[in-house]
C-alpha cells in the first residue's frame, strides 16, 4: 500500500491549533527551537510546512523531551535546505 503526503502551508493561527498551543507558547517555542522556523512565503507571510507540524505532533505524543524535539527540529530544518536543492535548476 502507497501512502501519499500532500503538503500544504499552515499559516500561524492553523500551526498553533496543530499543536494546541497559545501564540506566546507558540512564539517562545519557536525561539526557544522547539518548533520548526517559518518558511517566506512573501514580502510580509510566513507560514510552516504541514509535514513540519505533523512530525511535531507525532513527537509530543510520544513523549519526546525538549531535546529529542529540539533534534528533529534541526532535522526537519536541514531536510527542507536539502530538498530544496534537490529541486532547483542549476545556474
Not at 45 to 52: H, Q
Not at 64 to 71: E, P, V, W
Amino acid at each position: 500500500m502507497t501512502t501519499s503526503v500532500s503538503l500544504r502551508i499552515l499559516r500561524k493561527p492553523q500551526a498553533m491549533e496543530a499543536l494546541g498551543l497559545p501564540l506566546s507558547t507558540f512564539n517562545l517555542r519557536v525561539k526557544q527551537r522547539l518548533v520548526t522556523a517559518p518558511v517566506s512565503l512573501g514580502s510580509r507571510s510566513v507560514g510552516w510546512p504541514s509535514t513540519d507540524i505533523d512530525a511535531l505532533v507525532q513527537a509530543i505524543c510520544k513523549g519526546a523531551s525538549n531535546s529529542q524535539i529540539t533534534a528533529l527540529v534541526h532535522t526537519l530544518e536541514l531536510e527542507r535546505k536539502t530538498n530544496l536543492s534537490l529541486h532547483l535548476p542549476l545556474l
